[in-house]
């Protein structure tokens, strides 16, 4: 990760705090409790976690659209919640649920956001570069929701900011567009924007993340590069998983031994994980051939990130004795 330059977003110790609530009494929610990050140019950092693990939350309060509670920000230097229009014009933000007038048709929305900037980028390259022109004469209403992200991602884009938000930017994309779109957040990365995204699809993370953070109950339990989450991780260490598609619901009880685990994670589809060694093989042949279930597929690889994740929440890594509410002073 690049670190010559100041880090374009920093925070520290964050805390955000909703309320008061009737269901908890008119007591306030802890959503984000302590979440500290650093985000820097030519880089993609990001926020991984499950839904509702406080990742938008802190984006939000990181681009001041919500005030935080505690802690501090600094964006491009400046607290976020005091911004002036210059900050502003430097910040792009892809929102997961839009924020797009759904009466609008996105070029003609496209023109207007671009009409708020000195100097825009191109409408046009961008509308066809997103492949936006194929819907260019449907209301955003009728869009569907990759279409709705591909537009928001347009519209994060044209002021050409130095910061981009991007709120699990490829939520709702078909593979196609999901391909065009990480190619895209890898260009921008390499002409040396930072670039902050969330996601709770752990593939995503792997395949752009140069640096993670692993978000838990709204707080940071990990960081680092994947690499160095994988290394760091001593569950992960020495493992390795094979995933296979066969008939749902099989009898995985002869496939699992002290130290490795299987488990049916949707009908039909099965993950078998731990310190797979040649002989578990060889008795994966046996259990096949006794329940004359031939698998469809079957993918050998080493731990993932999605198993570094699945460890950490396991363990409790999150403090699991911090605050949920507490009582209006």
């Known amino acids: 990760m690049t670190k010559t330059l100041s880090p374009a977003l920093e925070i520290s110790g964050l805390i955000k705090d909703v309320g008061p609530l009737p269901a908890l009494d008119g007591r306030m929610k802890r959503i984000v409790s302590n979440i500290s990050l650093q985000a820097h140019f030519g880089a993609v950092t990001a926020l991984l976690g499950a839904n509702g693990a406080g990742k938008t939350t802190t984006i939000e309060c990181a681009q001041g659209l919500q005030n935080r509670t505690g802690g501090t920000i600094s964006l491009l230097g400046q607290d976020p919640q005091n911004a002036d229009a210059g900050l502003r014009s430097r910040v792009g933000v892809m929102l997961q649920d839009g924020g797009l007038p759904p009466a609008a048709r996105p070029i003609t929305l496209l023109r207007h956001v671009a009409g708020l900037y000195r100097n825009p980028l191109s409408v046009d390259a961008l509308v066809q570069r997103l492949g936006i022109g ?138 078998l994980s731990g310190t797979l060694e040649p002989a578990d093989l060889g008795r994966f042949g046996a259990w096949c051939a006794q329940l004359t279930a031939v698998p469809t597929s079957i993918h050998l690889a080493s731990q993932s990130l999605e198993d570094v994740f699945l460890a950490i929440s396991r363990d409790g890594t999150a403090a699991n004795s911090k605050p949920e509410t507490m009582g209006i002073s």
């Open 134 to 271: 194929e819907f260019s004469d449907t209301n955003i209403r009728r869009l569907s929701g990759g279409q709705k992200q591909r537009v928001s991602l347009a519209a994060s884009l044209l002021g050409n900011p130095d910061v981009l938000f991007l709120d699990e930017p490829s939520a709702g994309l078909d593979p196609q567009s999901r391909l065009m779109v990480f190619e895209l957040i890898r260009e921008l990365r390499d002409s040396g924007k930072a670039i902050i995204l969330t996601t709770h699809l752990l593939d995503d993370a792997q395949r752009l993340a140069d640096y993670v953070y692993i978000v838990d109950k709204g707080e940071s339990v990990a960081q680092g590069t994947v690499q160095e989450l994988l290394a760091q991780s001593t569950s992960a260490l020495g493992k390795r998983a094979m995933t296979f598609e066969a008939a749902p619901h099989l009898d995985l009880a002869p496939l699992v031994r002290p130290g490795l685990e299987c488990s049916e994670t949707r009908p039909g589809s099965y993950r």
